[in-house]
């Protein structure tokens, strides 16, 4: 039995400790707000923080975050108004939306390691996480904004 | 006021049309049209609008009924149905704010509810072709009208004034003479019981008068959700005892399974079942491919199940494609004279007689729309009844197929769209719903089919492949005087029709023959090419090789000429003018030629707003350059520059973009903006990464790390959007695809400024390098 904590809560695991996070998420525990992208931690779909350190869910097994603390999108904050969500909203970033938790929780570590990130900074830190529609100046400005105070 | 007054009479469209074995689908999009077939034109009068669109040829046409379309509940919200699909243009939004506009609904008492599959109830459903709003801006408009027209009657009952008194104010009806006001929720049941009145009664709201069409302060209705995780995909859906489910297809296009071996997979943790997936014979329209289901208590299990799966396989009548033999097939069909679609003048005696011959053979290669979400769906049959949740872009065509499919009556199929995690035309064929179908009346048991990245890639509808070789004959002053352009490349036709080997006329009428150029001797050729995979409909589909080559000659007759690029351009665009080619079928993306005209004073315009507000012949530093093309596309006119920077190890970047576009009328220039921000980093992924290649039939890619698409670290620094301000009554145009073709030539273009070399073969991928 794993036990994982994740958004606060206490989660138990008794299948294959091989099983991506990712999939954990989305079909064991229902929490359908982190995605699948490309399975290969390519596109940044699937980010999520784990222990303030942002993680591709679709390399992590479950086992390898056994009694850590997992924060995906739902629980970044209890009303969504984290100041990156904040300034996501601002912005207007999202087209087709599907990428965007992924970005916003790189964008959250991101802050978290840097406060003050430079736009190459943002734009390098962003650079793992694919997003097709191509929102990626908006995602930039929101960043920064979020940087800077909503 | 259902403009669909006989269902019945629709069923017989199919039979009307020439081609055989084509599904109603591929019609929509102009194949084996004959013409003359007009739904909905005699109910939406000429009265009532100011200009026509083709709308009404759509399949099951247009509906203007408020009582399909708005609600009011006691509450005063107003709830409004969205009936397009919503993957990223903003659609959902912005044709009910055209209903609330009209209606003079506010907006923060506005629901939207996602329209199912139903297109007798609804009207066409199809998301695509860039139509959304420029087929529905004036029937939202008249539900909005209608639905304000009932409450307002209701009111002046209730008051028993005459209806002229009363007037529809920001979700109350006020009657001014006395003072007296009622919010449009006490007044919803009265109105419900009014008649809905005649479209050519309606009296439209002044735009001067307009609070949210053209103003871009309305957020996206799912923004909130899409920021909190909320937001609810094809890929998100959940039933009670839900089945996963992955698919093992056959790696080459129209092959077979031979036989499999499940054991291995059996005994991964989670895996329940392996099962065999019907298939069907190529071409295979948009039915299933086939293969092996490996199904799991989740997607982790499937995925490692499929990974266990022994399978052999027959590969196929297409076993023998290759990439690298079969461009050189379209190069040599482009060298050779080709089937004559438009012809003006004689080219040929001009290019023998011509000072100078300029030849440019360019070459686009596959591409795969790898949208963020892949295929995905979800169905629940249960005896002769099937539901399905689904991202699709064709709603009504999922409905029918999936009822052919499982062989029972499509009133008995519910779909229910969800939003699309990314569609680009992808997700205009249904094929995951429907594997998704059989699987689930199989196991008796709601499943779920996900598409992996790889399938994706493997397995899709992608981009044709072509060369477009254009010949360009200059008399001595430097005019161009001849025009020959061949366009060689498979088409989308061949997926529905055994030895299909030309162009269809929706494909031709993309840059090909609608070619707007002032030039006395023009051939525009389509020499044979046959398919051996799945083309499908991509972004902007055949106007990305188009205005690749058409748009680079502009440039090499600039360079060959040494003339200023955006002077060559506007020389060969010539005098305003409306453009009539000598076409049999000008197609015209499905409008009416009054309406929609390819008209140069437009097309000018477009390149003169870009030139100035995007300071074109700005001084740039060294191993820099500036770029610049403009392309007609979905009765749109885009025109962008590029300026692009070139190290000395032949690395790209792109410091800034600025591009204009003439839509005609608009609704949301906010979105408008995004579309064409994004538009520019799409074509900036195909001109500098994108292509898919075949070796034995099957796709040498897999996922991002080999089919890269352009990231943030190398995304255009500043992309400006400039938008023409329309003249009254000007026409909606497109917008979700026009801004990607003049990219990568404006691109290309800016590369030659900054190098001196010039690129005819995408991607540009190594060829900067050294």
């Given at each position: 039995m794993i036990k994982v904590k994740i958004n606060g809560q206490e989660q138990n695991w008794d299948g294959d400790p091989d099983l991506p996070l990712l999939w954990f998420l989305r079909d064991e525990a229902g929490l359908t707000g982190t995605k699948y992208g490309c399975g290969q931690a390519l596109c940044g779909a699937c980010t999520v923080i784990v222990d303030k350190q942002a993680v591709r869910a679709c390399i992590t097994s479950v086992n390898d975050v056994a009694g850590r603390e997992v924060t995906t999108i739902e629980g970044l904050h209890p009303t969504g108004d984290h100041p990156v969500q904040k300034a996501w909203r601002q912005v207007n970033v999202p087209q087709c939306g599907f990428c965007q938790a992924g970005q916003i929780m790189q964008a959250a570590a991101l802050l978290m390691d840097n406060p003050k990130p430079s736009h190459d900074q943002i734009r390098e830190g962003m650079a793992g996480n694919i997003c097709r529609c191509g929102c990626y100046q908006r995602i930039e400005n929101a960043v920064h904004l979020a940087s800077t105070g909503v | 006021m259902n403009f669909i007054d006989n269902p019945g009479k629709l069923r017989g469209f199919e039979k009307n049309i020439k081609v055989e074995k084509v599904s109603r689908r591929s019609i929509l999009k102009g194949l084996g049209i004959t013409g003359g077939f007009v739904l909905a034109a005699p109910v939406m009068s000429r009265q009532a609008l100011a200009y026509e669109t083709g709308a009404g040829k759509m399949p099951h046409g247009v509906v203007v009924d408020p009582r399909v379309f708005v609600s009011v509940g006691s509450d005063g919200i107003v709830t409004i149905v969205g009936h397009r699909s919503e993957m990223g243009t903003g659609v959902r939004t912005s044709l009910p704010l055209i209903v609330a506009e009209e209606m003079e609904a506010d907006w923060s008492r506005v629901k939207v509810q996602q329209a199912h599959g139903d297109e007798v109830k609804f009207g066409n459903q199809d998301t695509?072709?860039?139509?959304?709003?420029?087929?529905?801006?004036?029937?939202?408009?008249?539900?909005?009208?209608?639905?304000?027209?009932?409450?307002?009657?209701?009111?002046?009952?209730?008051?028993?004034?005459?209806?002229?008194?009363?007037?529809?104010?920001?979700?109350?009806?006020?009657?001014?003479?006395?003072?007296?006001?009622?919010?449009?929720?006490?007044?919803?049941?009265?109105?419900?019981?009014?008649?809905?009145?005649?479209?050519?009664?309606?009296?439209?709201?002044?735009?001067?008068?307009?609070?949210?069409?053209?103003?871009?302060?309305?957020?996206?209705?799912?923004?909130?959700?899409?920021?909190?995780?909320?937001?609810?995909?094809?890929?998100?859906?959940?039933?009670?005892?839900?089945?996963?489910?992955?698919?093992?297809?056959?790696?080459?296009?129209?092959?077979?399974?031979?036989?499999?071996?499940?054991?291995?997979?059996?005994?991964?943790?989670?895996?329940?079942?392996?099962?065999?997936?019907?298939?069907?014979?190529?071409?295979?329209?948009?039915?299933?491919?086939?293969?092996?289901?490996?199904?799991?208590?989740?997607?982790?299990?499937?995925?490692?199940?499929?990974?266990?799966?022994?399978?052999?396989?027959?590969?196929?009548?297409?076993?023998?494609?290759?990439?690298?033999?079969?461009?050189?097939?379209?190069?040599?069909?482009?060298?050779?004279?080709?089937?004559?679609?438009?012809?003006?003048?004689?080219?040929?005696?001009?290019?023998?007689?011509?000072?100078?011959?300029?030849?440019?053979?360019?070459?686009?290669?596959?591409?795969?729309?790898?949208?963020?979400?892949?295929?995905?769906?979800?169905?629940?049959?249960?005896?002769?009844?099937?539901?399905?949740?689904?991202?699709?872009?064709?709603?009504?065509?999922?409905?029918?197929?999936?009822?052919?499919?499982?062989?029972?009556?499509?009133?008995?199929?519910?779909?229910?769209?969800?939003?699309?995690?990314?569609?680009?035309?992808?997700?205009?064929?249904?094929?995951?719903?429907?594997?998704?179908?059989?699987?689930?009346?199989?196991?008796?048991?709601?499943?779920?089919?996900?598409?992996?990245?790889?399938?994706?890639?493997?397995?899709?509808?992608?981009?044709?492949?072509?060369?477009?070789?254009?010949?360009?004959?200059?008399?001595?002053?430097?005019?161009?005087?001849?025009?020959?352009?061949?366009?060689?490349?498979?088409?989308?036709?061949?997926?529905?029709?055994?030895?299909?080997?030309?162009?269809?006329?929706?494909?031709?009428?993309?840059?090909?023959?609608?070619?707007?150029?002032?030039?006395?001797?023009?051939?525009?050729?389509n020499p044979e090419a046959a398919a051996f995979t799945r083309i499908g409909w991509f972004r902007s589909v055949s106007n990305i090789p188009r205005a690749f080559a058409v748009q680079s000659m502009v440039g090499e007759i600039a360079q060959a000429t040494g003339r200023d690029q955006k002077e060559t351009l506007l020389a060969l665009i010539g005098s305003p003018r409306i453009v009539k080619p000598e076409v049999k079928d000008l197609w015209n993306y499905g409008e009416p030629q009054d309406s929609y005209p390819i008209d140069t004073a437009r097309l000018r315009k477009v390149v003169e707003l870009v030139a100035e507000k995007g300071e074109w012949g700005r001084k740039v530093p060294k191993g820099r350059g500036l770029g610049i093309a403009v392309h007609r596309s979905f009765v749109s006119y885009i025109a962008t520059i590029v300026e692009v920077a070139i190290d000395d190890k032949g690395k790209l970047t792109v410091p800034r973009v600025d591009t204009a576009i003439d839509c005609g009328t608009y609704v949301n220039p906010e979105r408008i903006a995004s579309q064409i921000e994004g538009a520019a980093i799409m074509g900036l992924s195909l001109a500098k990464y994108g292509e898919i290649t075949f070796k034995d039939g099957k796709v040498q890619q897999k996922n991002f790390d080999d089919f890269q698409v352009v990231r943030m670290d190398d995304s255009p620094v500043v992309t400006n959007v400039y938008i023409v301000p329309p003249g009254p009554d000007t026409p909606p145009s497109g917008v979700g695809e026009p801004g990607v073709p003049p990219f990568a030539p404006a691109l290309i273009n800016a590369i030659f400024a900054a190098t001196g070399k010039r690129i005819r073969s995408l991607p540009i991928g190594k060829q900067l390098e050294a």
């Open positions: - | 695509d072709g860039s139509r959304s709003t420029r087929h529905y801006l004036i029937p939202m408009r008249q539900i909005g009208a209608s639905a304000r027209t009932m409450l307002e009657q209701a009111a002046a009952k209730r008051w028993g004034v005459p209806a002229t008194e009363v007037k529809a104010v920001n979700h109350e009806v006020v009657h001014s003479a006395s003072g007296r006001k009622r919010g449009f929720g006490e007044l919803a049941a009265d109105a419900a019981k009014e008649s809905v009145p005649s479209i050519e009664g309606l009296k439209l709201k002044d735009p001067k008068d307009f609070r949210y069409l053209g103003k871009g302060q309305v957020g996206i209705v799912d923004l909130h959700d899409i920021t909190t995780g909320k937001a609810r995909y094809g890929a998100d859906v959940r039933l009670p005892g839900m089945k996963y489910a992955v698919i093992a297809r056959p790696p080459v296009t129209g092959g077979k399974l031979v036989s499999f071996d499940p054991d291995a997979a059996l005994k991964v943790p989670g895996v329940e079942k392996v099962l065999k997936v019907q298939g069907w014979p190529w071409p295979s329209k948009f039915q299933p491919l086939g293969g092996v289901a490996v199904i799991a208590r989740n997607t982790g299990a499937a995925i490692k199940g499929r990974d266990a799966l022994k399978l052999v396989w027959d590969d196929g009548p297409n076993g023998k494609y290759d990439s690298v033999a079969y461009r050189k097939e379209l190069e040599e069909a482009s060298r050779k004279p080709g089937l004559v679609l438009r012809k003006e003048g004689d080219a040929d005696a001009a290019l023998k007689g011509a000072d100078k011959v300029i030849v440019g053979e360019y070459y686009v290669p596959h591409l795969a729309h790898v949208s963020m979400e892949p295929p995905v769906a979800v169905a629940d049959v249960k005896g002769d009844k099937a539901e399905i949740w689904a991202p699709v872009q064709s709603p009504g065509g999922t409905r029918e197929d999936v009822a052919k499919t499982l062989g029972i009556p499509e009133g008995n199929v519910t779909v229910n769209v969800t939003l699309l995690g990314g569609g680009f035309g992808r997700k205009s064929k249904c094929d995951f719903a429907l594997e998704a179908a059989l699987l689930s009346k199989e196991l008796s048991a709601p499943v779920k089919v996900q598409w992996t990245r790889e399938d994706d890639i493997h397995n899709g509808f992608l981009h044709t492949v072509s060369v477009e070789r254009i010949e360009a004959g200059l008399d001595k002053s430097g005019k161009v005087v001849a025009w020959r352009h061949r366009s060689v490349a498979p088409s989308i036709a061949s997926t529905f029709a055994a030895g299909t080997v030309h162009q269809a006329p929706f494909e031709i009428g993309m840059g090909l023959v609608d070619m707007p150029f002032e030039i006395a001797n023009i051939s525009c050729e």
